[in-house]
Structures are given as structure tokens and as C-alpha cells.
């Protein structure tokens, strides 16, 4: 998996994830992560989306999107996240 072309599908991934709403997204919020599998260069490219509370008030959510795939020798992951304020 080379990193910087998988960099911008996990952008937008978070990007699609951030334009739900704040109660959908609440709704995930402990629930399964949702995964997405997709080829890049003949590779399997995995990129698992979840949703948790960001702070202990349980008020702002944090979506987290990771992408999975081979390297040359090993699993190579790549993780980014947005914060989402309540309402």
C-alpha cells in the first residue's frame, strides 16, 4: 500500500462520514466499525470507519477512519480522525 495514494480516499471517506448529522452520527457511536474494501494496484485496500465519544461528557463525537494493506513487508496502516462539536 503506498501511503500517499491512499492518503486522499481516507480524506474523503472522513469527508463523507462529517456531512451526516450529528444524531446519525451519534447513533453509531459504539456500534461496529464499517468497513470498506477496495483495489489499488491490484491490492486490497481496507478502510474501517468508527464513531466514539471525544470527551468524557459525552457530548463531541470523533469519527476515526483507517486504512489497511500490504507492503512490501508487512500490514501498513494509516489513521486520521475529525472532531465533531454537538449542536
Same mark, same amino acid.
Given at each position: 500500500?503506498? #501511503?500517499?495514494?491512499?492518503?486522499? /480516499?481516507?480524506?474523503?471517506?472522513?469527508?463523507?462520514?462529517? =456531512?451526516?448529522?450529528? @444524531?446519525? #452520527?451519534?447513533?453509531?457511536?459504539?456500534?461496529? =466499525? !464499517?468497513?470498506?474494501? !477496495?483495489?489499488m494496484a491490484g491490492e486490497p485496500i481496507a478502510i474501517e470507519? =468508527?464513531?466514539?465519544?471525544?470527551?468524557?461528557?459525552?457530548?463531541?463525537?470523533?469519527? /476515526?477512519?483507517?486504512? !489497511?494493506?500490504? @507492503?512490501? !513487508?508487512?500490514?501498513?496502516?494509516?489513521?486520521?480522525?475529525?472532531l465533531i462539536k454537538a449542536d
Amino acid at each position: 500500500m503506498r #501511503l500517499q495514494d491512499v492518503y486522499p /480516499i481516507l480524506c474523503n471517506e472522513l469527508r463523507k462520514w462529517q =456531512s451526516n448529522s450529528y @444524531s446519525q #452520527l451519534r447513533e453509531m457511536v459504539d456500534s461496529e =466499525s !464499517f468497513t470498506t474494501v !477496495f483495489e489499488m494496484a491490484g491490492e486490497p485496500i481496507a478502510i474501517e470507519v =468508527s464513531v466514539e465519544w471525544a470527551d468524557h461528557y459525552k457530548k463531541d463525537l470523533r469519527i /476515526i477512519a483507517q486504512a !489497511f494493506g500490504p @507492503s512490501s !513487508f508487512r500490514l501498513e496502516r494509516m489513521c486520521e480522525s475529525v472532531l465533531i462539536k454537538a449542536d
